[in-house]
């Protein structure tokens, strides 16, 4: 398995940024999909975005399209999260997961988690 660390989440006010990182470690990073999830109090965890191993692709949830952009540097063993225009139903926990086979949108085929980073976006 990969180890996973997330980071920079915080606080901020509606209509503004965030960048989240997640760094990775363990394993060769450029061989697994990465993904990033959410979950906020009371609810599911949900799907967010999914990017592939070169970074060629990516799928997002649209809730979030157009306003997120997944994005990975294997150099770096990194995958980053640029979050614009954010909105008070984006808080959550937000986790980033890879996948040794593949990657997209279902939780249950990402082996490796991270431990969250909280975003919280006021109104």
């Known amino acids: 398995q990969v180890q996973l660390v997330e980071s920079g989440g915080g606080s901020v006010q509606a209509g503004g940024s965030l960048r989240l990182s997640c760094a990775a470690s363990?394993?060769?990073?450029?061989?697994?999909?990465m993904g990033w999830f959410r979950q906020a109090p009371g609810k599911e965890r949900e799907f967010v975005a999914a990017v592939s191993w070169a970074g060629d692709r990516s799928d997002y949830a649209d809730s979030v399209k157009g306003r997120f952009t997944i994005s990975r540097d294997n150099a770096k063993n990194t995958v980053y999260l640029q979050m614009n225009s954010l909105k008070p139903e984006d808080t959550a926990v937000y986790y980033c997961?890879?996948?040794?086979?593949?990657?997209?949108?279902?939780?249950?085929?990402?082996?490796?988690w991270g431990q969250g980073t909280q975003v919280t976006v006021s109104s």
């Open positions: 363990g394993r060769t990073f450029s061989n697994y999909g």
């Open positions: 997961a890879a996948d040794r086979t593949g990657w997209g949108r279902d939780a249950a085929k990402y082996d490796s």
